[in-house]
């Protein structure tokens, strides 16, 4: 059962195939108290069937592999393009101020093959081409933890913004970082001056910036990761790894310095926000039944419906349950070159005297040793 249907923007889906992956693009369908959408906000980038569909489209034709939609909120909201990373079911953002059209990434994907060890930036690049688009003029990259899942495109992002708008653009994550550098640098032996100067901001707690003239409040959402934030702009919290679709209920909590009983007071956090905020995902992983990946919901689905969350279920009771559905977790498939990218906010590692650039790759020996 998918409870898409249900949410106030009913999304349709245009379905097209290219390159064997499955990907839609969606149109919204909008309430009487939303303003109308810009002209070109929603484009799908894969098929002419798709291209076709959407009238404002037909400039975009080029081959890309991600998806992504579009919303124009009331004044003083950001427009947010949400954009969906199929091979690691990341959601990636980018939220603008419509008047000054100053805009944030928040955790971009960096292609990453671990077969072959292939770094490639398509959807990197897909984000670049949607800013030039729009008009955009990046102010920060936004992560919201240092992922175990997918490579951050953040500093691959931050350079190419420096050779095409001519600023340096801060990457910022919240001040807790340190620790989970410090953790994983001894790990996967890295050094201090990879690491150190990585990050530009590090968010205090309830931390407010500006996004043009929107107004932005870094907060802490430990849980999945003991440095998590999340980060509310306008009247919509982009959540990272805490809450996911309502029929997945929240992030994995077994993470080095994961505490269920933290997720639990920040998922408390974000449902104690008035009913209409929108809660954006970090990722999302349709099961059988859902067709299509979801970035939002709100609040109030989320109490009403969030199978982990609903029915004011009580701390004991979600600590045991997440406790327990942890355990029969599987290491996300690329836990370590994720981990190694990102606790240098995706900065490539420096290179041998040889002039090659490695990852390591923990041995799983058991009880073997000779
Ligand atoms: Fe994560």
Not at 128 to 156: C, N, P, Q, W
Request: charged share 25%.
């Amino acid at each position: 059962m998918t409870h898409a249907a249900s949410l106030p923007l009913a999304r349709l889906p245009i379905q097209n195939q290219s390159q064997g992956l499955h990907r839609n693009t969606h149109l919204i369908r909008r309430k009487p108290w939303e303003s109308k959408l810009q002209k070109g906000a929603h484009r799908s980038t894969f098929s002419h069937r798709a291209i076709s569909s959407i009238t404002t489209s037909r400039r975009f034709q080029h081959q890309q592999r991600n998806l992504y939609t579009a919303q124009t909120l009331m004044p003083h909201q950001p427009i947010v393009h949400d954009i969906f990373e199929t091979k690691t079911g990341t959601y990636q953002y980018l939220v603008a101020d419509p008047s000054t059209k100053a805009a944030v990434i928040i955790d971009p994907v960096l292609d990453y093959d671990p077969a072959t060890q292939t770094i490639t930036t398509e959807s990197a690049d897909a984000l670049i081409m949607l800013v030039e688009e729009k008009g955009y003029s990046i102010s920060r990259f936004l992560e919201t933890h240092a992922h175990a899942d997918h490579l951050s495109a953040s500093s691959y992002l931050q350079k190419q913004i420096l050779e095409q708008q001519g600023h340096h653009a801060p990457i910022g994550i919240g001040k807790r970082i340190g620790q989970v550098q410090q953790l994983f640098s001894k790990r996967y032996d890295i050094s201090k001056a990879e690491y150190e100067h990585a990050f530009d901001t590090l968010f205090e707690d309830d931390q407010v910036f500006k996004i043009g003239k929107v107004e932005a409040t870094a907060i802490h959402l430990p849980g999945h990761t003991p440095d998590h934030m999340g980060y509310k702009i306008g009247d919509n919290v982009f959540c990272g790894d805490s809450i996911f679709h309502v029929d997945i209920g929240t992030a994995r909590c077994d993470f080095p310095g994961g505490s269920a009983t933290d997720l639990f007071h920040s998922t408390q956090k974000l449902l104690s926000l008035p009913d209409e905020t929108k809660i954006w995902t970090g990722h999302d992983y349709p099961p059988d039944g859902r067709d299509k990946p979801v970035p939002w919901m709100s609040v109030k689905h989320h109490r009403e419906l969030n199978k982990h969350l609903k029915e004011d279920v009580s701390e004991r009771d979600f600590v045991q349950m997440r406790m327990e559905r942890d355990d029969g977790l599987a290491a996300p498939r690329l836990l370590h070159p994720s981990l190694q990218f990102n606790v240098r906010a995706g900065r490539l590692p420096g290179k041998t005297e040889a002039g090659h650039r490695f990852l390591r790759l923990p041995l799983k020996l058991g009880e073997l040793e000779w």
